[in-house]
């Protein structure tokens, strides 16, 4: 049976279990099923694997592929086939549901969203499902793009509007997990409710699974949703949506919203009986007493489309050991909510924190040159990590791309090297592009309304693959916005390229090396560096990949909101590539003083280690670059191939993961199930010396041997590896320590010029103690003058840049900035400070004298009770410049008695000791 065959019979079962019966083409009888999926459908332009029916009507595709396929590559095929006309079929509209299949992998698209993207699934949907979907007049992703209203802010805080608004965003662009971060006491389950009652009205939510930790976490929010009454409707909220609190094993078809563990959720997908008691441990001491991993099979009676939202209370806590796969089984938004969230907690939500999502702006650097280079370094790109024993982590197949949720055997150190090749850090790569998007927008190319073509070089096929799922998702975009151009690419790789070149589409595209050299993109403006080269001229065709010019016209045909011909490219560097390359030196070379001659030999009489092969092949892509065309030709025409491909197969001989491809192979041929985990030594040593062998094979041959040194002989070059440079600086560009330097003076040139006209300048300007109190608001109005166009100076952005010039006098960089730190760099600036020092750090200093002075002179030194409440007074102040009566209405105060407490401790002093306080403090 081959590979194919072998699939289709694992998707026939699961599309069976999912309800569908499945026909061949010839033996179609659509009345035999409610739904009916019918292999080798004919269509216009091919048979399609095969093609679902729902009662009689058809609905999607499903393009079916071997195991070791990777789908993302196969999307546009089952576009064309949902195009296609169908056999008979009198309908014209495409068909809406596309699914790419291996025998363990399933993703699926739906034609009709607004940007339609694939995304991983646990099984088929049921035939039910896809009826209905058809039938609404808009897909849930449009609604929740095009049908929010905007959010009434009566009796909501700050905070809770800005977590439904960052989570409404967050839905509209099809981001599947999203975090709400929100301190305790803030209201995380009423803001849950709020966008819960948003989802089920106007997002037209089918239904939610409210998922708690404990059962008595269910219990309050249970009674929370049974209080809550929204504010457009004065009734509560289970008059007008069901609300059900799992406590057996079934759920009510008519409920709208779930309570239930994660604990009893795994119960219903799998039957198993349920320990009751268990729901009341917390699952952060469950994981210690199992150790196995709560695998789940497909449940027909809860099939994977039976919630569009899982709500996880409480989510830093360990639900992603023993229970992750109780969430990956739903096709449903992930939507987390946590006051304390760690290192898990932003992995698992893809690090996209909607409650804290901001944007930093800048403005383009506007230097006029062929290229610029921006540069992205992370710690793990640079230092590698460590996986420590028993993690529980996901174990990819590199081949199947099949994973399996297991605990690692022992500690696991990998280098910045090893990523993306024997471990895959998905946090890495979703920074990066993360930092390559907020760039583009705010400083590379900031007036544009769409993305400038972008390449983006990665390491491997699977690494291209890693890429293009997580640009898809941090862009908010479909399949179509980024693709995959490699020559390992099953669907045509020219295509694309023409597509990326000429039209809107792609406007992101992912390489190995494929447009690596020669390719002619001329709208290209981004080039971003996922991957090292070290050899220098091969790091020069890569960059000349966007050199290109392109006049004004040209450019908007793809990018219509340039407003100018193309003046340059960016350079992202996002590995230290353009470090790396400032040598003659290349890293082949293991062998510099050995004689092209002497190595031929070498190799001729069995000497072919790495250092030897690959000392080798460097010589000899050196040569092909020397060599006249005629001498090359020559050499073809002798050897039966071109002196590169020599070169290249000698590379490829000694690569790693074509030795692991070969072993595996061979392994496979033998009947043998083998994984690159568990390859033998001796297996890998059989593989590599079938590879170099192969490669070496030319150089039998002593003819071929004496071409080749001949040739080299009419061009040669003296290479002096002997005498060795050395690093002598290490740290900020001098473009980077120039560009701080243009901030500082635009920060100060800008304080004289609107020290009369805004306020908090003016606070800085005048004699102490005549001044009038400065207020958040006066600091709100100076630093949305900063930030504003075309200044773009916030304080973050200030900061970094003191840092860089003046680093010995600024604290606290590694500090998350608050609004009120502006008022340090002002005194900074001013030369009122003679170190930067984060706001907070100043106010407690000066507390502590004022503190101590009023101790010294009072009668009574200040009580227990009273220095607890003047701390809360000066933190107050560290974060919002002055305290005022009216702050005793909120918390902290307010959970400690308010503004009558605060009489009852003070007085009337309370009002003097508040106008000292804001004037010393803040002096």
């Known amino acids: 049976m081959t ?78 086939y949902s195009l296609s006309k169908l056999k008979w079929r009198k309908e014209e509209e495409p068909l809406p549901f596309l699914f790419e299949a291996t025998g363990e992998v399933i993703q699926f698209t739906d034609a009709r969203d607004p940007a339609p993207r694939s995304r991983e699934i646990f099984y088929f949907f049921k035939p039910e499902t896809l009826e209905e979907w058809a039938n609404q007049p808009e897909t849930l992703r449009r609604r929740l793009k095009e049908q929010i209203p905007a959010l009434p802010e009566e009796n909501l805080r700050d905070c809770q509007i800005k977590a439904i608004n960052g989570l409404e965003k967050s839905l509209a662009t099809d981001q599947p997990r999203s975090l709400i971060h929100m301190a305790t006491g803030s209201g995380k389950t009423f803001t849950a409710i709020t966008a819960v009652y948003r989802l089920l009205k106007y997002g037209g939510a089918k239904r ?140 698992f ?104 073509k972008t390449l983006i070089f990665a390491k491997t096929d699977s690494h291209a693959d890693d890429i293009i799922k997580t640009v898809r998702e941090v862009y908010g975009e479909g399949n179509a916005f980024c693709k995959k151009v490699t020559y390992k690419a099953t669907e045509d790789p020219d295509t694309i390229l023409s597509d990326f070149r000429n039209d809107y589409y792609p406007r992101i595209a992912v390489t190995v090396d494929m447009i690596a050299t020669g390719t002619d993109v001329k709208p290209l403006e981004v080039l971003l560096f996922m991957r090292d080269v070290r050899s220098k001229g091969y790091y020069e065709q890569m960059k000349g990949r966007g050199v290109r010019s392109l006049n004004k016209e040209s450019l908007q045909n793809v990018s219509k909101s340039a ?151 009419e061009r040669e070059q003296l290479i002096d590896n002997i005498n060795l440079d050395q690093v002598t600086f290490s740290g900020f560009s001098e473009q980077a320590e120039a560009e701080a330097q243009k901030v500082i003076q635009n920060f100060t040139d800008f304080i004289q010029q609107h020290k009369d006209e805004i306020a908090a300048l003016s606070f800085f300007y005048q004699q102490p103690y005549q001044r009038r109190q400065l207020t958040f608001d006066m600091i709100e109005e100076l630093h949305e003058a900063l930030s504003k166009p075309p200044l773009m100076l916030t304080t973050e952005r200030l900061w970094n840049a003191y840092a860089r010039v003046q680093e010995t006098k600024v604290k606290g960089t590694s500090l998350k900035r608050q609004l009120t730190d502006i008022i340090a760099l002002v005194r900074f600036a001013l030369g009122q400070d003679k170190e930067l020092k984060p706001f907070s750090e100043q106010v407690d200093g000066r507390f502590k004298k004022w503190i101590f002075r009023h101790n010294a002179q009072r009668k009574t030194a200040f009580s227990p009770e009273q220095t607890e409440w003047l701390r809360l007074i000066k933190d107050h102040i560290s974060a919002s410049c002055s305290v005022a009566r009216d702050d005793f209405d909120y918390s902290p105060f307010a959970d400690k008695g308010g503004l009558q407490k605060a009489w009852g401790l003070f007085g009337n002093e309370l009002d003097e000791v508040m106008n000292e306080m804001n004037q010393e403090l803040v002096a």
């Open 563 to 713: 407003d100018s011909a193309k003046t340059r490219f960016v350079l992202i560097d996002a590995v230290g590539v353009e470090k790396s390359c400032k040598t003659e030196t290349r890293p082949l070379e293991r062998k510099p003083n050995i004689p092209l001659k002497d190595l031929l030999q070498g190799v001729a009489l069995g000497h072919r280690d790495d250092d030897t092969v690959l000392s080798l092949a460097n010589r000899l892509i050196r040569l092909n670059k020397q060599l006249e065309p005629k001498a090359l030709t020559q050499i073809e025409k002798t050897v039966g191939q071109s002196l590169h491909n020599i070169a290249k197969t000698l590379v490829k001989a000694t690569d790693p993961d074509e030795i692991v491809t070969l072993a595996l192979e061979n392994a496979k041929a033998q009947g043998i199930t083998r994984s690159e985990e568990i390859l033998t030594e001796e297996e890998l040593q059989t593989a590599r010396e079938s590879l170099v062998n192969k490669a070496c094979q030319v150089f039998d041959d002593p003819e071929v041997r004496d071409l080749v040194e001949s040739a080299r002989r």
């Open 3 to 80: 590979p194919e065959a072998k699939a289709r019979q694992q998707i026939d079962k699961k599309l069976e279990q999912a309800g569908w019966l499945v026909q061949d083409w010839k033996k179609i009888n659509l009345s035999a099923n409610y739904g009916v999926a019918v292999r080798e459908h004919p269509t216009d332009t091919g048979p399609a694997d095969y093609v679902l029916f729902v009662d009689r009507k058809a609905v999607g595709i499903i393009e079916a592929k071997k195991n070791e396929s990777i789908l993302t590559t196969v999307e546009d095929q089952t576009l064309r």
């Open 349 to 452: 939500f893809n690090e996209n924190i909607v409650a804290e999502y901001s944007y930093e702006e800048s403005v383009a650097d506007g230097v006029n040159v062929g290229y610029d280079v921006f540069e992205i370094e992370t710690e793990i790109s640079k230092k590698g990590a460590e996986l420590k024993a028993k993690e529980w982590v996901d174990h990819r197949d590199r081949l199947t791309r099949k994973k399996r949720w297991a605990q690692t055997e022992e500690d696991t150190a990998y280098t910045a090297k090893e990523l993306d090749r024997s471990v895959v850090n998905p946090s890495q790569i979703r920074q990066v592009i993360k930092a390559m998007k907020l760039a583009i927008e705010t400083k590379i190319f900031p007036n544009r309304k769409e993305v400038p």
């Open 208 to 347: 939610i699974l409210f998922l708690v930790d404990t059962r008595n976490l269910g219990k309050q929010a249970f009674q929370e949703f049974h209080a809550y009454t929204p504010p457009d409707d004065k009734r509560f909220f289970p008059e007008l949506h069901i609300v059900q609190r799992l406590s057996s094993s079934t759920i009510d078809s008519h409920a709208e919203v779930c309570i239930s563990t994660i604990q009893r959720m795994y119960s219903i997908l799998s039957g198993q009986p349920i320990d009751e008691s268990a729901e009341d441990v917390p699952l952060a001491e469950v994981k210690t007493l199992e150790k196995k991993p709560k695998l789940v099979k497909y449940n027909p009676a809860v099939p994977i489309e039976s919630f569009d939202f899982i709500i996880i209370d409480e989510c830093h806590r360990s639900i992603y050991n023993l229970w992750k796969q109780v969430l990956d089984y739903f096709d449903a938004f992930l939507i987390g909510l946590t006051a304390t969230p760690d290192k898990r907690t932003f992995g």
